[in-house]
């Protein structure tokens, strides 16, 4: 049968594979597809089932098919069961839509895992398809940091994949200038072929509103979290901080809502009744997207407990910048890349050492003129430079070119002079 080359009015076709994440809830990927149909593309995102996410819909002129998600548990054995059922179930909806609707131009992979580059050749060798590899994660680094520097066989087979998902690209796709570096050196791609587009905010939908009193749960102070709650994320070390703030130092003036989910949480969850903190930190799994603006807005920190590992320090944490969008000061432990992205709108603590991080919260909460100060610089800064529409116009311009599309790229408003010099100072604001 005869695969129809370009159906729906000429519209060049992208396929969109994520893994870890449903879309739309996958922020950055959601991003990436809207900023692609606005541009005329005609996008497929195959991806795991979850809240919001059906076997088959189409939201806001993006179709996305989904299979049923499969995580069997959390040791490195499962995480290959998990992947290769992945890798089948994507395989099988991707080719389903190339004989729906005709081949894709450019195809679309995020990792973790790295594990479709297989398919990608595919597609080449059938159709001319392109491979762009959005690289989300180090996914050596990111195994190191769970499980240890042992088990060499398995660490020698992600640095494996990861070659080659970097030889069959013929775009990469760094959130981050040392994840661009590790495509440069570890993976031999040429300076031309990798773009660094990070994951900015969308600053229209993600800004303060009118705080929510009640869930502050009766006392003055909240703080929060929002994100994946795995092994290397650190979330346990919030727990053992409030312990210190409520326990030992007598706090109870602070609220905890952590939001999430993840491997992790039962455990976090039994660590938090183990302490007696049940009353003072919520755990509310995984919320929409109405909750996590009504408890940003209402919040006084964003708390970005990510440890020092051989993963974190040169990853860029999403939620740094939401926290920003929202006017959150954070605290952070002083990671290198937490550094470029929060600069002056977050406290930074020594690495790991839960009491500096536990009296770093308590000394943003009581002061509230440090809070408005680093607030207003985060928002200000995601508006004049991190921001999506400070991204989107170099993540277009690349599909663009291997689309064959020859249209003007987004293009950015220039930040204003004194944002522009400080992007130029050292490691200290911006490495």
Not at 115 to 136: G, N, Y
Request: glycine share 8%.
């Amino acid at each position: 049968m005869t695969t129809p080359r370009r159906p729906h009015g000429g519209r060049p076709r992208v396929l969109v594979i994520v893994q870890n994440l449903p879309v739309p809830f996958d922020r950055r990927v959601w991003l990436e597809c809207q900023t692609l149909c606005a541009a005329g593309y005609d996008v497929t995102v195959v991806c795991p089932t979850g809240e919001g996410t059906e076997a088959e819909q189409t939201v806001d002129g993006v179709r996305i098919v989904a299979y049923p998600s499969f995580a069997p548990g959390g040791s490195a054995l499962s995480y290959a069961g998990e992947y290769g059922y992945s890798f089948l179930a994507t395989a099988r909806l991707a080719l389903r839509e190339r004989r729906r609707a005709g081949r894709f131009d450019v195809v679309q992979a995020c990792n973790p895992p790295d594990i479709f580059w297989p398919l990608a050749r595919w597609l080449r060798l059938r159709d001319d398809t392109r491979f762009v590899f959005d690289h989300h994660d180090l996914c050596p680094e990111l195994f190191r940091s769970r499980f240890g520097a042992g088990r060499r066989p398995l660490l020698r087979g992600l640095l494996f994949l990861e070659r080659q998902t970097f030889s069959a690209a013929d775009r990469v796709i760094s959130t981050n200038e040392s994840y661009a570096e590790v495509a440069l050196t570890r993976g031999g791609k040429a300076p031309a072929h990798v773009t660094v587009v990070r994951t900015g905010p969308d600053v229209d939908r993600l800004k303060r509103r009118a705080p929510d009193p009640e869930l502050r749960r009766g006392r003055p102070h909240l703080v929060a979290y929002l994100g994946v709650m795995g092994p290397q994320d650190g979330v346990e070390l919030i727990i053992e901080a409030a312990d210190v703030i409520v326990n030992r130092m007598g706090r109870r003036d602070v609220s905890f809502c952590l939001m999430g989910s993840g491997d992790e949480r039962p455990r976090l969850i039994a660590e938090r009744d183990r302490w007696g903190l049940r009353d003072h930190v919520d755990l509310p799994g995984r919320v929409s997207d109405e909750v996590v603006a009504e408890v940003l807005s209402t919040a006084d920190l964003g708390l970005c407990p990510d440890p020092l590992n051989p993963l974190n320090d040169v990853s860029t944490m999403n939620k740094t910048m939401e926290y920003m969008a929202f006017e959150l000061p954070v605290v952070a432990f002083d990671l290198r890349e937490t550094r470029v992205s929060a600069q002056d709108a977050a406290r930074y603590v020594t690495p790991n050492v839960v009491e500096e991080y536990a009296a770093a919260i308590v000394e943003l909460l009581d002061d509230p003129a440090a809070r408005e100060r680093m607030g207003r610089f985060g928002r200000q800064r995601v508006e004049e430079q991190l921001g999506w529409s400070y991204q989107r116009g170099a993540y277009q311009a690349v599909f663009d070119e291997l689309a064959g599309v020859h249209s003007a790229p987004v293009r950015p408003v220039p930040a204003p002079a004194a944002e522009a010099a400080r992007a130029t100072e050292p490691a200290t604001s911006e490495a």
